[in-house]
């Protein structure tokens, strides 16, 4: 009976409930204001054709990204070779095109990690305040007193160079300021009379967090997200190019780029493509962000 | 300027001044079309929030940068202020025509000094050495009744109080000797106890100097008593225009319900009227749900 | 100094403590964690038990975790930052060596990148929304979103192999290396000081390229922030009251609103210049230049532990103090904190 009464309570008085109720109608606004701005619609199909390229890569890769001929290595761009080859006759085109399935691999799983521990820090920090709180927010700070790429590096050191690691040091860094921005949210949220309703409701604090707040915290730690895959991909790109994250052979952008450099000054294609994907790719996300924030909360936009 | 002339002669005519903001492809007009004369008088302005009254103000004096402004004619003193460039318009700014704002809280630059900020109104328009704008600033504190010029004018905005800010905002605006000045709801951010006093300031001054004054409020009482004429604005239009001390005869329903709404003393204790209000409504229902 | 004052004092002493403390035990964790044993590293593969034993004994090695912790902080507070494996070189006397390198080039940046991106940042803001603002906008997201160690690259290929108008790797071509000598470790001062022209323009030649991409990644951050700063002053109403004054638009946006900002920008380019660490550690790796980034790249890839702690012991110290510095410098300069 109580659990019936919560969810009338809920329903009538929460701004949460009413968004989910919409929730189809304003996704569907929010991708139609993306596409009607033309630099985060550009944002957009980038980050639309990486996906397409990385789920359908070995179809359209014209070669198989680690297929070794001596015999065309360094070859300039060509009909035959449109990014030209690398040192061992590798096709650059095709290498970039495997490449992108790494960057989509590298955001998501950066992205399931940061998200939500991002989200979960920083709503109970909020919500709960006292020690807790301040215990939480030092630990941010601690992370935040690093620029993430030297701290990505060091834990790479640490843990071993490796794809793997550079995963798992990329996501340690990148969830603090995502945690600040949850709390900050939350503390406005918190005595809302909304959020008050649903405690008066005897509804537990787990409860309001997962269903009250973490909703209403959603939106700005999307942008949030998705403006620091920007960073992701830089960083990746930065831990692969020092040696630090993936190891050839695989394709990683960054990775490409090192073993490039030894040949740069008469291959200038072996540095210009892979490093041309990953400003593109980072520059999608930079754009898209800034229209994710303008289409999801108008207020403050730019 | 001489107090025996003529209060008549309009400084300021304005004929079918509007005002409209960009809408997507649209124009969404605030200010439709208001026409006025102001000579060496005192001119009330009132309105409830929305009605397009500050916005008038800050027309006359060109500072609206993202705003479309025409009118039939808008002419000062000769100058066509519609087609008068951005150079005259500095000309005309401070030294001609000036504004005090709202709340000295806001008005104010936090970080230069108050007495500096006078002495820039001044320097801007008179060739002066910085002694004897300090002199001129001074002076100016004295007159708007600040007792410790000196101390005052080393003060940041933050260590003056609302009435001393505002005081300060009218040396600020009164220096250069404007012939028109428009005050955007000057009382209205100040503390009850100091709003008779900075307006006894304001008028004392704006009367021994003959300047016109146009005075924007929301307060109708005030604007009755302390102006000679009164234009009553609504959803951007001029509603009634009359002299204050005929209030009482205003014909407008609107004008006539704003006053009956006004409190007395052993008055009736019957519910208020309603004020009538269905055009806004009817605006309205296009947005609401 | 009153009581309320002493106790804020006392409170953002706390607050320093505690960091600092939790700094230190996340270097200490990143120097367990190393996949390298340290008493090996110092032995040698061919040494025997015996030795090995008392090694692990002198350095600690078979205490418990806590009290090697202990151990660590009691030597950083006496100054010992341990050697690095390495050099052989205490690290303190390493890290001294190649930081002057890293502050010329992160120095030669942020002029580069504060004395652009301010002036852009504020016109950007001054003509919002028109033609000029989103070309800066475009300019400092391209600036933003670039991966520096691949600029740095397409600059050597454009600027010293195809054009040859700039320096390539190091700090100074080979044949100059070693001829002025070493006062304060600045080349471009060291060679002024020693009268060598010669010398000065070389430094400067090399140093333009890898400090300019630098200072462009700077510049982005920068402008950025200026302009919303910037916007944020424009709509105030003090704005309102210096145009009505009849000031110009530019007295007004200098002499009022960038007046308001100053104290702001102050703090978000010292942040800049300290996230110039970052981009150092990339650039200098490109541009082969011996400094502070490419000591500590070089110590993580060998698994150096001693070096790699303090590195990044240090980068969190410098962090930390700019942060203070900044909130010391709103204290000082502006009236209302004053």
């Known amino acids: ?302 | 300027m001489e107090p025996h002339m003529d209060n008549r002669v309009p400084l300021l005519r304005i004929e079918g001044l509007r005002v409209s903001y960009r809408n997507g492809r649209t124009f969404t007009p605030v200010v439709k079309g208001v026409s006025f004369d102001l000579g060496r008088e005192r001119l009330g302005i009132v309105g409830e929030s929305g009605s397009g009254k500050s916005t008038i103000g800050r027309a006359l004096l060109k500072l609206l940068p993202t705003a479309r402004i025409d009118a039939a004619r808008m002419d000062f003193e000769g100058t066509d202020l519609l087609a008068a460039t951005e150079r005259q318009m500095l000309a005309i700014r401070g030294r001609r025509i000036s504004m005090i704002l709202q709340d000295p809280k806001f008005s104010l630059n936090p970080v230069h000094r108050v007495g500096d900020q006078i002495a820039e109104a001044y320097r801007v328009h008179n060739k002066a050495s910085a002694r004897m704008a300090r002199e001129k600033t001074l002076a100016m504190l004295e007159a708007v009744k600040i007792r410790d010029p000196e101390r005052v004018y080393g003060l940041y905005p933050h260590e003056v109080s609302g009435g001393m800010g505002q005081r300060i905002m009218i040396a600020m605006m009164l220096i250069p000797e404007p012939q028109i000045i428009i005050a955007d709801e000057p009382t209205s951010a100040l503390d009850v106890t100091v709003r008779m006093q900075v307006l006894n300031i304001l008028n004392e001054l704006v009367t021994n100097k003959g300047i016109g004054l146009i005075m924007i409020s929301h307060d109708l009482n005030l604007v009755r008593n302390f102006c000679d004429r009164v234009l009553v604005m609504r959803h951007g239009e001029v509603v009634e225009e009359r002299a204050a001390r005929d209030m009482q005869n205003c014909v407008h329903p609107y004008t006539r319900g704003l006053l009956a709404a006004q409190p007395h003393i052993g008055g009736s204790r019957r519910p208020l009227p309603v004020l009538n209000r269905e055009p806004m409504l009817h605006d309205l229902t296009g947005t609401q749900p | ?338």
């Open chain 3, 1 to 338: 100094m009153n009581t309320a004052r002493f106790s804020a004092f006392g409170r953002q002493a706390g607050t320093i403590v505690v960091t600092l403390v939790g700094l230190l035990i996340l270097t200490f964790c990143i120097g367990r964690l190393m996949p390298v044993d340290p008493v090996r590293a110092i032995v040698g593969e061919e040494a025997d038990r015996a030795t090995y034993e008392m090694v692990a004994e002198r350095i600690g090695a078979n205490l418990p975790l806590y009290q090697q912790f202990f151990r660590y902080v009691g030597d950083l507070l006496q100054g010992d930052f341990g050697v690095s494996i390495r050099t052989g070189q205490p690290v303190i006397n390493d890290i001294l060596h190649v930081m002057p390198a890293t502050i010329e080039l992160a120095t030669f940046a942020i002029i580069v990148g504060a004395g652009l991106g301010i002036p852009l940042g504020i016109l950007a803001a001054v003509r919002r929304n028109r033609p000029v603002d989103h070309v800066i906008r475009f300019l400092t997201l391209i600036g933003h979103s670039m991966p520096i160690f691949w600029t740095g690259m397409i600059g050597l290929i454009v600027f010293y192999a195809a054009l040859d108008l700039v320096g390539g790797g190091g700090r100074l071509s080979d044949y100059y290396i070693g001829l002025v000598p070493e006062t304060t470790g600045l080349l471009l001062i060291d060679s002024l000081l020693a009268g060598d022209w010669e010398v000065f323009w070389d430094a400067v030649n090399h140093l333009l390229l890898p400090a300019s991409i630098l200072g462009y990644s700077s510049m982005a951050y920068i402008t950025r922030m200026t302009r919303s700063f910037m916007l944020d002053q424009l709509n105030q109403e003090y704005v309102t009251t210096a145009r009505v004054k009849g000031l110009s638009k530019s007295r007004t946006v200098w002499h009022h609103a960038f007046a308001n900002i100053r104290v702001q920008l102050v703090t978000i380019v010292a942040l800049a210049y300290g996230s110039l660490l970052e981009g150092a550690v990339l650039i200098e790796t490109v541009f082969s230049w011996p400094g502070f980034g490419q000591y500590i790249t070089n110590n993580m890839l060998v698994g150096d532990m001693n070096a790699v702690m303090t590195c990044v012991l240090l980068v969190g110290v410098i962090f930390i103090g700019l942060n203070l510095l900044s909130d010391a410098l709103y204290k000082i300069f502006d009236p209302r904190t004053r």
């Open chain 1, 1 to 302: 009976m109580t659990m019936n009464s919560i969810d009338i309570g809920t329903a009538a008085m929460t701004t949460p409930s009413r968004t989910t109720y919409t929730a189809r109608s304003r996704l569907l606004r929010v991708v139609k204001d993306l596409l009607a701005n033309p630099s985060s619609g550009f944002g957009f199909v980038v980050i639309t054709i990486l996906l397409v390229t990385a789920l359908v890569a070995p179809w359209i890769a014209p070669y198989e990204p680690n297929m070794i001929d001596l015999g065309e290595a360094l070859q300039p761009p060509s009909a035959g070779h449109l990014f030209g080859t690398d040192e061992l006759g590798r096709d650059v085109l095709s290498r970039i095109i495997h490449g992108s399935r790494i960057s989509l691999a590298i955001i998501t799983i950066v992205s399931v990690i940061v998200g939500p521990l991002g989200l979960l820090v920083g709503t109970t920090a909020g919500y709960f305040g006292g020690w807790y709180d301040t215990v939480m927010m030092r630990i941010t700070d601690i992370f935040l007193s690093f620029p993430s790429l030297i701290l990505s590096l060091a834990f790479v050191a640490a843990l071993g160079a490796s794809l793997e690691n550079a995963i798992i040091a990329i996501g340690l860094t990148a969830w603090p300021p995502i945690a600040r921005l949850a709390r900050a949210e939350t503390l406005t949220f918190r005595n809302a009379d909304y959020i008050s309703a649903s405690r008066m409701q005897g509804a537990s604090r787990l409860r309001i967090i997962i269903k009250s707040i973490m909703p209403m915290c959603l939106p700005s730690v999307l942008v949030r997200v998705t403006l620091s895959m920007a960073t992701v991909i830089l960083t990746a790109a930065g831990l692969g190019f020092l040696g630090l994250g993936a190891q050839p052979p695989l394709p990683e952008w960054g990775a490409m780029i090192a073993t490039g450099r030894r040949y740069m000054l008469d291959n200038w294609w072996l540095v210009a493509f892979p490093g041309g994907a990953i400003l593109l790719v980072s520059l999608a996300f930079n754009l898209l962000g800034d229209g994710l924030r303008d289409a999801l909360d108008p207020k403050q936009g730019h």
